[in-house]
């Protein structure tokens, strides 16, 4: 993999590149949908490349192992094949999911064993176990296996979770260095920073993954209970000390508001369910402002669903009709919105990379912050 730095904004840390896989180039920065178990969810595979225009998608190791299972993925030849998205592909590491089971699962400096949410059987993940499993769904890019502690956590739990993510990063990079992918292409490995909300955690952290020198470098642990303020500044105290030449990701966020406050701030890659999970129950994100379709107000609004929007769902719907299908609890009312959202999100972080380019991103980003937070 290959990153590629072309412009930097002069009045903040925004940033615009070119990552270069071996399914594809990402212009940075990047929003990443995510297709948790091969699929994003309600979107055809035309629509994902074509009109929503998704550069790079994600797949979920947890769900993926347990769901259609390893061998059925590795007899289609990966998960590219699969699913039938031939451009760039990330894996998480299943360390998110298999942490939020915290009834079912037990920690141990091994690894982590931990019951099936779906039939109860009993699983171990350890660092080499999760680097053979991301060798076999075949991502682009793989993600280390680490504890995502909770934004509340205390700071002796904040230090002892980072430590030990710290030692079993290293025990991902050395199965990483002794496998081979499977399927004749490259994959790269990106290790995570942790640290809770704590400034010197966080630093140690990011100067432990920095030391790493890997392909690219993610920030975990964010957007998980803490006040967003707080998430803004661990952001500039890991950015400080990542290298700039390594995309950085941002994981799991979050608001198109997020977003560019990330951007600002020189993050790179961007995850998160939100522009499908709110889409499903009815909320939009327009240029303008949110929508929720199930208000009254749309009842008889006979306008496009967003006459200048980014996919052709906006002016082939009208807002009446969408809120006709939320209320009937028709499933094309989560499919529009659904693409609506994910076209939107694309179209967002392709304009801030145009203003980077244009040298003016320091003055569009305040005045479509405030666009962006207005109810409509």
């Known amino acids: ?21 071996a399914h594809g180039q990402i212009e940075t920065p990047i929003f990443m949908p995510v297709g948790t178990l091969g699929t994003v969810k309600g979107v055809h595979l035309h629509e ?23 061998d059925i993925i590795e007899g289609a030849g990966g998960l590219h094949k699969f699913n039938g998205f031939d451009r760039p ?27 099936s949410h779906i039939d109860g059987s009993k699983h171990l993940f350890t660092p080499e176990r999760v680097m053979d499993i991301e060798r076999t769904i075949g991502a682009d890019i ?44 490259e994959q790269s490995l990106f290790p995570i920073v942790q640290g809770c909300v704590y400034p010197d955690l966080r630093r140690r952290s990011a100067e432990y993954i920095a030391s790493k020198n890997a392909d690219g470098n993610a920030i ?11 998430m803004y500044e661990m952001i500039e105290v890991v950015n400080e000390i990542l ?9 799991g966020v979050g608001t198109p508001v997020n977003i560019l406050e ?19 129950n009815g909320m939009l994100f327009t240029k303008d402002g949110i929508m929720n ?18 996919s052709y769902v906006d002016t082939m719907y009208s807002r009446a009709y969408l809120r006709h299908l939320f209320h009937a609890q028709e499933l094309l009312a989560m499919q529009i919105a659904s693409i609506h959202n994910l076209a939107f999100y694309l179209w967002l972080v392709g304009e801030a990379r145009k203003h980077i380019i244009a040298g003016d991103f320091s003055t569009w980003k305040p005045a479509m912050v405030k666009r962006l937070s207005t109810r409509l």
Not at 265 to 271: A, H, I, N, P, S
Request: include cysteine; charge should be neutral.
């Open 1 to 21: 993999m290959k990153f590629e730095l072309q412009y930097k904004d002069a009045r903040s840390n925004a940033r615009a590149g070119l990552i270069t896989t």
């Open 48 to 70: 994902l490349k074509n009109d929503i225009k998704a550069q790079i998608i994600l797949g979920n190791t947890y769900h993926l192992y347990l769901r259609p299972g390893l």
């Open 89 to 115: 592909m990330l894996t998480d590491s299943g360390g998110f999911q298999v942490f939020s089971l915290s009834g079912i699962r037990k920690m141990k400096e091994e690894g982590v064993e931990f019951r």
């Open 142 to 185: 793989m993600m280390a296996f680490d504890e995502c502690a909770p934004g509340t956590s205390d700071y002796e739990y904040a230090k002892k979770s980072m430590e030990l993510t710290h030692r079993w990063l290293d025990r991902c990079i050395t199965r990483f260095n002794e496998t081979e992918p499977k399927y004749g292409y």
């Open 220 to 230: 975990g642990g964010l957007a998980v209970g803490e006040p967003t303020e707080k």
């Open 243 to 251: 290298p700039t030449d390594k995309p950085r990701y941002l994981m």
């Open 262 to 280: 990330g951007i600002e701030r020189g993050v790179d890659m961007f995850d998160c369910v939100m522009p499908t999970r709110n889409g499903r």
């Open 293 to 310: 379709m199930r208000n009254k107000k749309w009842e008889n609004d006979y306008s496009p669903i967003e006459a200048d929007g980014a």
